[in-house]
């Protein structure tokens, strides 16, 4: 798996882009950033994006509805939050749906089942990028691309790990149900 590391600013994007510039990156294949409004908590460093549990890398857009309810769960499963954000609990969820699935898609899955959501959510882990929308959003040509490139990705992780097109279809059936549901 490979190595993630964070790089957060509180401010304009210019200040994310001098940090870097004075303690680069080591070599990066992908990367997701946000500029965010707070929505829970005020605008600084802990609360910025991405924020990371576990494997769980994630950056999202919108509101999880019942973090609270979510949170106060998780915090009675042993996780500890730093930030004021519903984006970190939304990153423990997955996190805690991926030690109990095993596996990243059937992860992503059943923690958009939990989440009460809106908008976008993007979280990587080690080499695969996963992008998740509500089924009712419109969505453009390039951020239709970015998510086809994304399936490609899991599709070759799926078929790696042993995962014959019968079972891909109908793990993809069974997402679509869930998002339709």
């Not at 924020?51 to 042993?78: A, D, F, M, R």
Request: glycine content about 8%.
């Amino acid at each position: 798996m490979g190595k993630i590391e964070l790089r957060k600013k509180k401010g304009k994007v210019e200040e994310l882009k001098k940090s870097i510039l004075c303690h680069p990156l080591s070599k990066s294949t992908i990367g997701i950033g946000h500029t965010r409004w707070a929505t829970h908590g005020v605008p600084n460093e802990i609360n910025c994006h991405p924020h990371q549990i576990g494997n769980i890398t994630l950056v999202h857009n919108g509101i999880i509805e019942n973090y609270k309810t979510l949170k106060n769960s998780l915090e009675k499963q042993g996780y500890v939050f730093v930030s004021d954000t519903d984006s970190e609990v939304a990153a423990a969820c997955l996190n805690a749906c991926y030690k109990e699935e095993r596996h990243a898609l059937k992860a992503m899955a059943k923690a958009y089942q939990l989440l009460e959501k809106e908008k976008v959510i993007i979280t990587i882990r080690g080499k695969g990028a996963f992008l998740a929308e509500n089924a009712s959003q419109e969505v453009d040509k390039g951020k239709m691309q970015e998510i086809k490139t994304s399936l490609k990705e899991i599709l070759s992780e799926l078929r790696y790990e042993g995962y014959d097109e019968e079972k891909i279809a109908s793990l993809i059936h069974e997402i679509y149900q869930d998002l339709e549901g």
